[in-house]
């Protein structure tokens, strides 16, 4: 098993390094290839996503990503910004299916910004579709207006668009796997306004009548993202689409205690993926060694499970993450009185320890 590691900037390669030991403490053979990435790679090679890097992407079984991303970036042209070598990866490598899990754990639920009676128990699915809508629609760009309101006056604009085919096959995705939790799906858009996604609620619902077992419902964005504060248990598995999936599942995120908490996979067709927190490179803590390595961790045990089909290991490594998060051991963004601030290097101490 060849795995791609790609660390990244911020705090990706502290978080990183913590996942890599705890794949190391598991009784199985890998070969470990890591490579620059983001404003790392820019760095060192002029490039966020620099061939060598994308090559070693696509021979791997499976690529653990830090995060990138860095605001002394901010200022380089577009496609010379850390960020682009995300959108690659998931663009050249078919990336088209992002799994959110948002589960509170028992023992963060006061942790949660929310009552802990609305999130206590919390286990939901977040489907995003990843390699499409209106941040790889084209045309993009600035331009003079030749008309709207203010013709003759610089704008910029977007493209939203979604094909058949892309809608059918995440929809495909988020039946199929309510199917294995408790066969609901709430498909996300904003039908009542946009034709992109009155068209996706009609391909949804097309998609669902072959799966009669699993019950659709369809809601707008906008009280999607209130009922997930309201009454986030009434969902199961959400599927949307790529702008408004990144949106609410940060949302959602929070619900847990903490995004540091929350691990991510994003899929292609044959199953290769990329799995990475779905955080970023939160550069305000960067080598202070405070960070939250969970989520990347527990992306470690979705890759064993999705891609490298080591089911038994990454159990192992989700129950270590349980306990000491029963131990009573807390990075400081999910520290609450009572409980025992540990460093990133001590969290994953910590995992490793409770995996033997
Ligand atoms: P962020 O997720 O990096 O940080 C948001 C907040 O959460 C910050 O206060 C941060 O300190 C905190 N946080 C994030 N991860 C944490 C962890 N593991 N432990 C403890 N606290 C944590 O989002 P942002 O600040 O909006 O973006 C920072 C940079 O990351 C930007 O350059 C952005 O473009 C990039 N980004 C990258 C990815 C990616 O690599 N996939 C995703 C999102 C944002």
Redesign the pocket.
């Known amino acids: 098993m060849k795995i791609a590691v790609l660390p990244?900037d911020?705090?990706g390669p502290e978080?990183v390094a913590e996942a890599v030991k705890v794949l190391h403490a598991l009784d199985l053979s890998f070969e470990l290839e890591t490579a620059p990435v983001?404003g790392a790679a820019y760095a060192a090679l002029g490039h966020p996503l620099p061939e060598s890097t994308l090559k070693l992407a696509q021979e791997s079984d499976a690529i653990l990503?830090g995060?990138?991303?860095?605001?002394k970036y901010d200022t380089l042209d577009r496609h010379l910004r850390?960020?682009q070598a995300?959108l690659g990866l998931r663009k050249n490598l078919g990336l088209f299916a992002n799994f959110r899990p948002a589960i509170c754990y028992e023992q963060l639920v006061n942790a949660s910004s929310l009552k802990p009676e609305l999130v206590a128990g919390l286990d939901i699915l977040i489907i995003r579709e990843l390699t499409g809508d209106i941040y790889f629609g084209q045309p993009r760009g600035r331009r003079i207006a030749a008309d709207g309101h203010f013709p003759g006056a610089e704008e910029a604009f977007d493209t939203m668009r979604y094909s058949r085919p892309e809608i059918e096959r995440i929809a495909h995705v988020a039946f199929q796997a309510a199917r294995k939790r408790s066969k609901r799906v709430t498909s996300v858009d904003k039908a009542n306004v946009l034709e992109t996604f009155q068209f996706w609620k009609d391909v949804v619902t097309e998609v669902s009548l072959q799966y009669p077992d699993v019950t659709l419902d369809h809601m707008y964005v906008d009280n999607a993202a209130m009922q997930l504060v309201k009454a986030p248990k009434k969902f199961d598995v959400i599927v949307t689409g790529n702008m408004f999936g990144d949106i609410l599942s940060d949302e959602a995120s929070m619900l847990t205690g903490?995004?540091?908490m929350l691990p991510s996979a994003s899929l292609n067709a044959n199953n290769k993926g990329l799995y990475?927190?779905s955080?970023?490179?939160?550069?305000?803590?960067a080598g202070k060694g405070?960070?939250?390595?969970l989520?990347t961790i527990l992306s470690a045990a979705m890759m064993l499970r999705f891609s490298l089909n080591q089911l038994d290991s990454a159990q192992r490594i989700e129950n270590a993450v349980s306990k000491v998060l029963a131990q009573g051991l807390r990075?400081?963004?999910i520290y609450s009185e009572g409980t025992t601030r540990v460093s990133t290097i001590e969290m994953g101490d910590a995992v490793v320890k409770a995996l033997r």
């Open positions: 990244g911020g705090i978080i983001g990503f995060a990138v991303g860095d605001w850390p960020e995300i903490s995004i540091g990475e927190p955080h970023g490179s939160a550069p305000d803590i405070i960070a939250n390595p989520a990075t400081a963004d």
